[in-house]
């Protein structure tokens, strides 16, 4: 089945504690990207791949670090957690970084900073 | 920067009630419009898109016309379900990868 998978689904953790949300898809998708949603903020693109070894911001990069090693995977870093980093993160990916192409969204990851 | 408004909600309507949810956007260049749907604790799966000036584009009942002369992309349904209850998600996507999405729109429809 051609899906988005994130892992972990949900996640406590204290301020300061490095962490990594992993993301993988299995569509052969050169695009990925990852994004926050917060209420009354709709989506914000945190950073994207337009291809192995190439990213780039988006628009709230602030506190986060991405890798792009491998097409099928896209991990998000919070080096130092903070609670203002609370939020439900989606990573995406599509066929390419063009437009017209529909972006495929994970389950999403719940992430909660004490 | 690029930027998409959507109509305040949340909407309730009824079932078999006409539905609208407004879309404005800004954005340098073509983009590529969207609308997305979230159903409670999913991630957002494409409703449906258009790519070009005057494209309609349409999935399950829902319509929606790229109106690049009012930078509008307004959804319609003619008549709604109990299961059409979600958060709808208008969106653009310029050629150089980067996403812009509006606040989201709760609609729950009533039997």
């Known amino acids: 089945e051609a899906q988005v998978t994130q892992n972990p689904r949900y996640l406590i953790t204290v301020t300061g504690k490095k962490l990594t949300v992993t993301c993988s898809q299995n569509m052969n998708h050169e695009y990925m990207s990852w994004y926050r949603q917060d209420p009354g903020l709709g989506l914000r693109q945190i950073y994207y791949s337009m291809n192995v070894e190439v990213t780039d911001k988006g628009d709230v990069p602030e506190g986060y670090k991405v890798s792009r090693k491998e097409k099928r995977n896209f991990p998000l870093i919070l080096e130092s957690p903070s609670p203002n980093q609370t939020s439900l993160y989606f990573c995406a990916s599509s066929l390419s970084s063009g437009g017209p192409d529909t972006q495929y969204f994970g389950p999403g990851t719940r992430l909660t900073v004490l | 920067g690029d930027s998409v408004t959507q109509m305040e909600g949340p909407v309730t309507l009824s079932e078999e009630a006409f539905l609208t949810i407004n879309c404005t956007y800004t954005?340098?260049?073509?983009?590529?419009l969207f609308w997305y749907v979230q159903y409670p604790g999913e991630g957002l799966q494409l409703l449906l898109k258009?790519?070009?000036?005057?494209d309609k584009g349409s999935n399950k009942g829902f319509e929606a016309t790229y109106r690049k002369e009012t930078t509008s992309f307004h959804l319609e349904k003619g008549s709604v379900q109990v299961s059409d209850s979600a958060v709808y998600f208008c969106a653009l996507r310029t050629n150089a990868g980067k996403s812009t999405f509006g606040d989201g729109t709760t609609l729950t429809v009533k039997p």
């Open positions: 954005a340098t260049g073509y983009p590529s």
């Open positions: 258009a790519t070009k000036a005057d």
